[in-house]
């Protein structure tokens, strides 16, 4: 977190609603968490999608698939919302109070086209690289 008048931090929504509501050290009223909208109401928070795959060649594959059906059903999928990490069946379960509204997600979410983030990363995290002030960024 940066240290001012206020201080911010920007992170993924999940860890802030995790700091604010599963974190003893800081009281509720201490943190808030925004979804924001870029400038003239653009979009300003990016969606980051979570996956998981099975590998070729595993070495239990029927337990990898025994694992990812865990993941994928209802009990798990309420783990994910403890953690205020909103999960990929988050339409067939109450969401917590504490999330801020679905609409504010609409209103602001933009995705990356992942196919193109990974035939550029390299170029992005050289340029990254040779634009930063730290000496010895790698």
């Keep these: 977190m940066t240290s001012g008048e206020i201080s911010t931090v920007v992170e993924y929504d999940y860890t802030g609603l995790n700091l604010k509501y599963n974190n003893d050290e800081f009281d509720e009223d201490q943190i808030d968490v925004t979804v924001l909208t870029g400038p003239n109401g653009e979009p300003g928070a990016m969606t980051v999608p979570y996956g998981y795959a099975l590998l070729r060649d595993a070495p239990n ?3 990898a698939k025994l694992f990812m059906d865990y993941v ?3 009990d798990c999928q309420e783990l994910f919302f403890d953690a205020y990490v909103r999960p990929i069946r988050a339409d067939e379960l109450d969401q917590p109070d504490e999330f801020p509204d679905q609409s ?3 209103d602001a979410g933009f995705t990356v086209d992942q196919e193109q983030l990974v035939a550029t990363q390299e170029s992005i995290q050289e340029e990254l690289v040779e634009r930063t002030p730290l000496q010895g960024a790698q």
Aim: proline letters at 11%.
């Design 104 to 106: 504010e997600y609409d």
């Design 61 to 63: 594959p029927e337990a």
């Design 72 to 74: 994928l059903s209802l």
